[in-house]
């Protein structure tokens, strides 16, 4: 009865080992996931010959190290929190506008965007800006960490039959797509084109997109997977060697 107990307690720890791994901010695992395509990016100045760079969290190491650094403080800050709304206080009206928990909320996509290219950039002012993440379903609203501080982009809209988000921006750092794992619809949605209107709305994009499958989670299925894997293997080999130290405590 007492090394049935043992495995019983060793596997409980195992299995919520396996699960810490995703009890965070995110809504699947960022290394995963592909940066955003980018769509459209041209400063409002037409001296600027800047370009723009998206950059995955999955490629971060190809970034500048003060870049990198920043990128990875932003997930830190996203994976330590006990919900989003820590990170931008708002987050709390926009969840209950859309009538869910802000446990509901999670980050789908955590990128860079870089500007470069410009030798006389200072001045040139705002970038027009299209990206087309990999899924948008229950989008709520885009993060920017900027100078150690999350704010929403509360001109971010969802456009393109909820493919794309449009937004307007000077200064380039990392972001993160909000989405709701709760479904969203009825009065707590927000049409497509409009944008989250000084942090206190969401877009989510057309109704016809919320039986649409989602794109882009094989990599994280490939990740559960190889986490269970190990985590069988692990209980296994637990089991054998409680139940041999057992034999060899008996004889």
Not at 83 to 94: F, R
Not at 111 to 128: K, L, M, P, Q, T
Not at 196 to 208: E, H, K, L, Q, Y
Not at 233 to 242: E, Y
Request: a negative charge; glycine letters at 8%; hydrophobic letters at 40%.
């Amino acid at each position: 009865m007492k090394k049935i107990l043992v495995i019983c307690l060793a596997l409980v720890m195992i299995f919520s080992m396996s699960s810490v791994v995703f009890a965070d901010g995110f809504e699947s695992s960022p290394s995963g996931r592909p940066a955003p395509e980018l769509i459209y990016g041209e400063n409002e100045s037409e001296d600027c010959e800047a370009k723009l760079k998206i950059t995955a969290y999955l490629d971060k190491d190809e970034l500048p190290e003060e870049v990198c650094e920043a990128l990875e403080e932003a997930y830190r800050m996203i994976a330590s929190a006990s919900d989003l709304s820590e990170l931008n206080a708002t987050l709390k009206t926009i969840a209950a506008r859309l009538g869910i928990s802000t446990s509901d909320l999670a980050v789908s996509d955590l990128f860079d965007i870089s500007a470069f290219g410009c030798d006389n950039h200072e001045g040139h002012g705002h970038f027009d800006v299209t990206i087309k993440p990999e899924n948008l379903k229950n989008f709520v609203c885009l993060l920017h960490y900027y100078n150690g501080v999350w704010r929403i982009v509360d001109n971010a809209t969802v456009t393109n039959n909820g493919t794309h988000i449009e937004f307007d921006e000077m200064e380039f750092s990392p972001f993160a797509i909000v989405v709701s794992t709760a479904e969203l619809g009825g009065n707590g949605s927000v049409n497509e084109g409009t944008g989250t209107g000084s942090g206190t709305g969401a877009g989510t994009g057309s109704a016809d997109d919320k039986d649409a499958p989602s794109t882009g989670d094989q990599n994280d299925i490939t990740l559960y997977a190889v986490i269970f894997a190990v985590t069988l293997t692990a209980a296994v080999v637990l089991i054998i060697f409680v139940s041999r130290k057992s034999r060899k405590s008996n004889g």
